[in-house]
Nanobody
Framework: QVQLVESGGGLVQPGGSLRLSCAASGSGFRINPMGWYRQAPGKERELVALIGHGDSTNYADSVKGRFTISRDKNTVYLQMNSLKPEDTAVYYC?????????WGKGTLVTVSS
């Protein structure tokens, strides 16, 4: 497994923006894929976005056109624009390495006026 440390969550008004970061340690090689999941209160954890080989990306339909995932080596970012109250959730960084998934501890994003 690798260690994942997230940052960047917080409280934002509807229509606002936030940028999440996740730094992975424990691997000297490029980790693929890396990405973000989220879990809202009372709901199951769901995929938000992944970035993999060749920087290919995959997004949940609910965030397409609003969120952008990117990376620099083994640090992954999630730029979230036009945030909606339904984006409120704990956001978890994810990485798959050595045939094992790794998860960060999560960072809370609250979208509210």
């Amino acid at each position: 497994q690798v260690q994942l440390v997230e940052s960047g969550g917080g409280l934002v008004q509807p229509g606002g923006s936030l940028r999440l970061s996740c730094a992975a340690s424990g691997s000297g090689f490029r980790i693929n894929p890396m990405g973000w999941y989220r879990q809202a209160p009372g709901k199951e954890r769901e995929l938000v976005a992944l970035i993999g080989h060749g920087d290919s990306t995959n997004y949940a339909d609910s965030v397409k056109g609003r969120f952008t995932i990117s990376r620099d080596k083994n640090t992954v970012y999630l730029q979230m624009n036009s945030l909606k109250p339904e984006d409120t959730a704990v956001y978890y960084c994810y990485a798959y390495w050595n045939a094992m998934p790794s998860w960060g501890k999560g960072t809370l994003v609250t979208v509210s006026s």
